[in-house]
């Protein structure tokens, strides 16, 4: 069965550093790219930053660029995302969600796990 | 960036009703817009990608169409596991960007 589970989720004070982590049970992660979704609380998706499975190449929103970073793994299974100088508005539930192996429609997510609290509050 | 929306922003239908939703996107993105079905508390999950093919296990009932830069989310005979928060994304070009979402409630 496919899942994913993030973690590495609390509360930060603003300019603070957090990295969370997203691994993977039932598939072996390092054959898919990767994205990061979040979510403020009462509001719509944003998409955060994707990674394709052999960590060549990364895409940031222009919201994070500079302050957070995504890397990989393989040989552990995981991803991370390491997000420094936090602010206020960074508070959101933060999913991950995988790939498919082989696409003709673009990095589309089709498994996501349940999501990680980041909460930035003084 | 391309800018996605969707309208409309909330609905309330009833079980058996047939329900439209529209994400329109900033410029031309092919068939890159996949379709999203979010419940409270829960992660997402993927409806519909490539514009009009159906994830596997998604219930026939709901299909996609469109091209270029307007899309529809139907739902032909809305049924009571249906109603959550519906958001259209593209995967045309980075950013990947998301619709702001239309949640369908019970009338």
């Known amino acids: 069965q496919v899942q994913l589970v993030e973690s590495g989720g609390g509360v930060v004070q603003p300019g603070g550093s957090l990295r969370l982590s997203c691994a993977a049970s039932g598939f072996p992660l390092r054959n898919y790219g990767v994205h990061w979704v979040r979510q403020a609380p009462g509001k719509g998706l944003e998409w955060v930053t994707f990674i394709r499975y052999d960590g060549s190449t990364q895409y940031y929103a222009n919201s994070v660029r500079g302050r957070f970073t995504i890397s990989r793994d393989n040989s552990k299974n995981t991803v991370s995302l390491q997000m420094n100088s936090l602010r206020f508005e960074d508070t959101a539930v933060y999913y991950c969600?995988?790939?498919?192996?082989?696409?003709?429609?673009?990095?589309?997510?089709?498994?996501w796990g349940q999501g990680t609290l980041v909460t930035v509050s003084s | 960036d391309i800018q996605m929306t969707q309208s409309p922003s909330s609905l309330s239908a009833s079980v058996g009703d047939r329900v439209t939703i529209t994400c329109r996107a900033s410029q031309s993105i092919g068939n890159y817009l996949n379709w999203y079905q979010q419940k409270p508390g829960t992660g997402p999950k993927l409806l519909v990608y490539g514009a009009s093919s159906l994830q596997i296990g998604v219930p026939s009932r709901f299909s996609g169409s469109g091209s270029g830069t307007e899309f529809t989310l139907t739902i032909s005979s809305l049924q009571p596991e249906d109603f959550a928060t519906y958001y259209c994304q593209q995967s045309y070009t980075a950013p990947f960007t998301f619709g702001p979402g239309t949640k369908v409630d019970i009338k």
């Open positions: 969600a995988k790939v498919p192996y082989s696409t003709t429609s673009g990095y589309y997510l089709d498994y």
